[in-house]
């Protein structure tokens, strides 16, 4: 058993149980109403692996500060998120939160790297791994990447997240279930690939289904990570307004959250 998994570790009082049945007792904290996984990166990925092994359906979070915001008007994704199997701290303005908070986190656990690293592993294992969003083009210049970089990733599908009408989610459905991934990555940003993905978690049956953002556009070269100096000092909301102002609602909430987090404002229901 891996150091941070023994029972009576230091976790935070409320802990909502998971969805699906854990294979591990995974350790969490409460932040303020929105439960976050206490795991590191290596962690993340033995669990990860452990779903996998599992064959059953589970859903994994990547939590930042923007979700957090949009879960205190959102009851459904609150929900959602504090019932998904796995929650990992995506950004740094969480785990500045967390350390504030008096439940301080290791290190960052992001769905870009994730998402990276299950390629590696399905190059190493064989794996199937399933891309689902982003614009037209984007998750099979995305899966390109990840094959070029990893030669032998399994990547099994690429569909845009516009498959809007009921024949083309139909289809969509029946082409996952088809090609039967371990992996199942999904990019139409927070909360609409976690609303997705709960929908359609059961039916799909597919073991790992991970909300990723904005991975495919990073993957696929049309949008740039800010360099590491700028990750390290929590500066990556200020790299992404810069290349892509729409980003703006999203950069909007960090304000908000930081009130919340210095006020200490649970979600509500919490
Ligand atoms: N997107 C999508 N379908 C939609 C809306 C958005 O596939 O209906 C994609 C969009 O093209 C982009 C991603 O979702 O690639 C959102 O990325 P963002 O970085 O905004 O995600 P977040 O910051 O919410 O994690």
Redo the contacts with the bound molecule.
Sequence with gaps: MLPGYVDGAPVAPRIVAALSVPVRTIPSIDLLGMRISRVNRAETLEILQEFINSGKPHLVVTA?A?GHVIAAGDPEYRRIVNEAALVTPDSTGILWAARKLGTPLEERVSGVDLAEQLCAESARRGYGVYFY???PG?AEAAAETMRKRYPGANIVGTV???QNSPEQQAALLADIKAKRPAVLLV????P?QEKWIRQHLEELGVPVCMGV??T??VFSGRAKRAPLWMQRHGLEWLYRLIQNPK?YS?VATLPVFTLRVLLRRRLPGS
């Design positions: 930042d923007s969003g982003a614009a984007v845009d997240g516009f990019a139409m940003g927070i609409k953002g904005g495919f556009d980003k999203k």
